[in-house]
């Protein structure tokens, strides 16, 4: 036990990169709320594979004429002059062409990374960036420097965040609103787009360019699932991105593995767990709850088997004439629930509501019937195929019936037609 | 402005154009307050912009849209905006309380969080509407009727006299239709102009006290016999006459 859980703690790579992922994780994840419900993912995306032009551009820059080595500011500006400007060659193209949004992010993103891609390689001499670490991350080998940059990025989102939280909210839930009542919603949008920049620059460098986005939209789509306010949702999210990053890098020591892949590992095996589990919006509800609904037929056809049985009727009865398979006592005692059914010493009777219903679906089926018979229905199918049709009660359909059928008093067996 | 104007919305020479197409085209229209207006054109015919120009989003190039007397420009906030039902996510994580807490919104401080009276204006326009036992429910859980309602409390938290509807009957069954007419009443009682976009000729005329027919041009703004003249409505929905000729017809009788 201790050798599994205590001792990783002790190693000082251990500890920086728990706080340093714990910091990413929490901010990406509050970020990760807005980003999901304005539908952006895509963009998240975009902006951390645009970065690595901006790392080549401010590498080489400081490099150049500042005589620099791997200088980080110098490279966090590169990176987020590069994400700015992919959204707004984003913006641009989609809003000028008939290119729409998406595609335009893909062609964007793409060409930028690709023009990074062939920055590195050409001034390979010059600038020494490890793209397979800037693609993959090293959670395990942060750096002071990368600890305090994205403490401070960290720190200065969440204000902005936490300071206009309702304007980000009413912008997102309903920008004409929010336009109308004259917050800066253009404003917002950029304010919210250099947040998600931020986020992601810091994020880079421990789980990598591919993995950022899923610490951004996982664990604030896991929140989602379990919360119906935006704020609670927030801090759901920063929990659950907590959670991955401790997971993981658990995960990580005891396989032996890549950190950014085991954070996000366990990060989606947690969401795929809430995904079944939760108690609204989870999988497992809503099948008990399908489960749960009792088809009207099985309550039309014990109502309407009650009726013609014409006294109390005993269970075995029911069971006789009703199809069902193991649902008709959650059927009887929700009908005794909605008031449709009474129930005596071991039989049930119907309630004057029970009453009208069945009346009313025996109507149908006498209904059903005459007009089967005559279009010409083979007699031995009248009944059968009556008994599945009288289920189509609505107003509309019985009215038309009636009128198409004369309004019959009495059906083929001289019975009389209950109105 | 010498004294209040007596009109809730007063639109002058409003010409709007996008790409040297005229959207709207010298549109002159006084809307008289406590008043339920409908905005009926077929589609295309500017009906949106006219809407967006009232909530000040558009800038004319020619002419003044008033509301009580300011410039729509300038006066943010003063029309209440209930949005189409099918522009809303309605998987969004949020409560009825919180949808209605949004109308107070503009007189919040950004420093500050809301105030105890912004929740209890919120939870008294939730009464109004009648959907106070559901405060705490999140908004895709309600029937369309229902929401239709919370946003209506939205509008009325926020205190504006004008309250500007985009097609609140759109998708909905006949008696949640009754249900949001009867708010949109009580709405105009407590002397309230509201403004409707509609697109359902027929129950124009029961539902409105004025009518405002435009594609491009104002045709008509008046009583719902005056406007919904054959001749105006065949000029304005071209070659679609034949149905008309039945709701001119009715309105006739």
């Excluded at chain 1, 693609?135 to 206009?164: K, N, R």
């Excluded at chain 1, 919603?185 to 591919?210: E, K, N, Q, R």
């Excluded at chain 1, 995960?251 to 609204?280: E, N």
């Excluded at chain 2, 295309?44 to 800038?59: N, W």
């Amino acid at each position: 036990m201790f050798e599994l859980f205590i001792s990783p703690l002790t190693e000082t790579y251990f500890q920086k990169a728990l706080i340093g992922g714990s910091i990413v994780a929490i901010v990406a994840a509050v970020v990760g709320c807005l980003v999901v419900l304005r539908r952006m993912a895509f963009l998240g995306d975009a902006l951390s594979h645009a970065m690595i032009a901006g790392v080549a551009g401010g590498y080489l820059v400081m490099k150049l004429f500042f005589g620099l080595e791997a200088h980080a500011p110098g490279m966090l500006l590169g990176s987020l002059i590069a994400a700015i400007s992919t959204v707004a060659l984003i913006s641009f193209v989609s809003s000028i062409s008939r290119v729409k949004e998406d595609t335009a992010i893909g062609i964007m993103y793409t060409g930028i990374f690709a023009l990074g891609v062939v920055a590195v390689s050409i001034f390979r001499h010059y600038i020494h960036i490890d793209l397979m670490h800037f693609i993959m991350g090293d959670i395990l080998g942060v750096a002071d420097t990368d600890l305090w940059v994205s403490a401070f990025v960290a720190a200065a989102v969440l204000t902005i965040l936490i300071l206009f939280f309702r304007h980000f909210q009413l912008a997102t839930f309903d920008p004409i609103m929010a336009a109308s009542i004259g917050l800066p919603v253009v404003f917002l949008d950029y304010l919210l787009t250099t947040c998600v920049s931020l986020v992601v620059v810091s994020a880079v460098s421990m789980v990598g360019v591919i993995l950022v986005v899923g610490l951004l939209i996982t664990p604030a789509a896991t929140a989602y699932l379990l919360s119906d306010r935006l704020d609670k949702m927030m801090i759901l999210a920063a929990l659950f991105g907590v959670t991955s990053v401790i997971g993981g890098l658990y995960l990580c020591v005891w396989l032996d593995s890549a950190g950014g892949g085991a954070i996000m590992l366990f990060c989606t095996l947690q969401f795929l767990v809430v995904l079944t589990v939760a108690p609204k919006y989870g999988l497992l509800s809503r099948w008990i709850r399908m489960r749960n609904l009792i088809p009207q037929q099985i309550v039309e056809d014990i109502l309407t088997t009650i009726l013609r049985y014409d006294r109390p009727t005993p269970k075995s009865i029911i069971v006789k004439y009703v199809e069902t398979g193991k649902g008709l006592d959650r059927a009887l005692k929700q009908m005794i629930q909605d008031s449709l059914l009474s129930e005596g010493n071991s039989d049930f009777t119907l309630t004057e509501k029970g009453l009208t219903e069945a009346n009313k679906v025996l109507f149908a089926h006498r209904l059903w019937e005459s007009y089967l018979e005559k279009i010409g229905t083979p007699d031995k199918e009248v009944h059968s195929t009556a008994h599945h049709l009288e289920h189509l009660h609505g107003k509309d359909t019985i009215e038309y019936l009636d009128k198409k059928l004369g309004s019959p008093k009495q059906d083929r067996h001289g019975k009389r037609i209950p109105r | 402005m010498m004294t209040k104007s007596q009109f809730a919305i007063e639109v002058e020479h409003l010409t709007v154009s996008y790409n040297a197409r005229p959207a709207l085209l010298d549109v002159s229209v006084n809307i008289e307050a406590d008043q339920l207006v409908g905005i009926i054109g077929p589609n295309g015919a500017g009906k949106s912009t006219f809407i967006k120009a009232v909530l000040g989003f558009v800038r004319p190039d020619l002419g003044t849209v008033r509301i009580g007397g300011t410039n729509a420009q300038n006066a943010k906030g003063q029309v209440a905006y209930v949005p189409q039902r099918g522009a809303v996510d309605w998987d969004f994580p949020i409560t009825v309380k919180e949808v209605a807490l949004m109308g107070r919104y503009q007189q919040i401080p950004w420093y500050s969080s809301p105030r105890k009276e912004d929740g209890e204006t919120a939870m008294e326009a939730l009464k109004m509407v009648r959907m106070e036992e559901f405060a705490d429910r999140q908004i895709g859980e309600l029937s369309g009727g229902q929401q239709q309602r919370v946003f209506m409390a939205r509008a009325l938290a926020q205190g504006s006299n004008i309250l500007l509807l985009d097609e609140p009957f759109a998708g909905v069954d006949a008696a949640t239709e009754r249900a949001i007419l009867e708010v949109l009443d009580r709405a105009k009682r407590s002397g309230k102009t509201l403004v409707v976009v509609h697109h359902d000729l027929s129950t124009a005329a029961e539902y409105f006290d004025k009518l405002l027919l435009i594609k491009q041009r104002l045709y008509a703004y008046g009583e719902p016999a005056a406007v919904l003249q054959e001749d105006l409505l065949s000029q304005v929905y071209e070659g679609r006459l034949r149905i008309f000729k039945d709701i001119v017809t009715k309105e006739g009788a």
